[in-house]
């Protein structure tokens, strides 16, 4: 397990539930880390192909996709990514910023495969972008998701507990 800095230099290894999971996993996954614009291309590819189905289902436009290509691959950008062999089974990316000037770890995307899905891998990647965040120095994590994607909303508020801001725009217009 390497995690990549924006250098490309190595840095420490990462201990997390996250890396358990991988471990137990059969066969065996490993957890990669590099900034977006650092990501090796066949990962890159895993990535945006990853995104793009997933995003397709709830009716994003090609327009959207095309920003979504662009944040994923951006220096600032982090991606933390689950492998099993060449297949990537999910992956987070966020990056540290300030919002409502407070600093957070802002979750632009969280992906996982069908096939991979109810493994928990979702919760524990979000898990290790809060546990980041947090020794990056900010001070909460948030995110956004499409109106569209009444699955997502529910998973976010029941399963991790998230709070729609009262500025979000679900509160203040239709969806």
């Not at 999971?21 to 990853?50: Q, Y």
């Not at 770890?105 to 919760?123: D, I, K, P, T």
């Not at 909460?140 to 109106?147: D, E, F, K, S």
Request: proline share 5%; glycine share 8%.
């Amino acid at each position: 397990l390497v995690a990549c800095t924006d250098t490309g230099v190595a840095s420490k290894t990462m201990t997390s539930r996250l890396e358990d999971i991988a471990a137990a996993a059969t066969p065996a996954c490993s957890v990669a880390s590099c900034s977006g614009d650092l990501l090796p291309p066949p990962l890159l590819r895993a990535v945006l192909d990853l995104t793009t189905r997933n995003l397709k289902e709830i009716g994003v436009t090609p327009a959207e996709l095309r920003a979504k290509r662009g944040e994923l691959s951006h220096a600032e950008t982090q991606i933390v990514a689950v492998r099993s062999g060449a297949n990537l089974l999910g992956f987070a990316a966020y990056r540290l910023t300030v919002e409502e000037g407070v600093s957070v770890a802002y979750l632009y995307e969280l992906h996982v495969e069908a096939y991979a899905r109810g493994m928990r891998l979702g919760s524990e990647l979000v898990h290790e972008v809060e546990r980041r965040g947090r020794e990056g120095g900010a001070r909460g994590l948030m995110l956004t998701v499409h109106t569209r994607n009444e699955a997502a909303r529910r998973w976010y508020k029941g399963k991790l507990h998230f709070e729609v801001s009262p500025i979000s725009p679900a509160c203040c217009a239709p969806p």
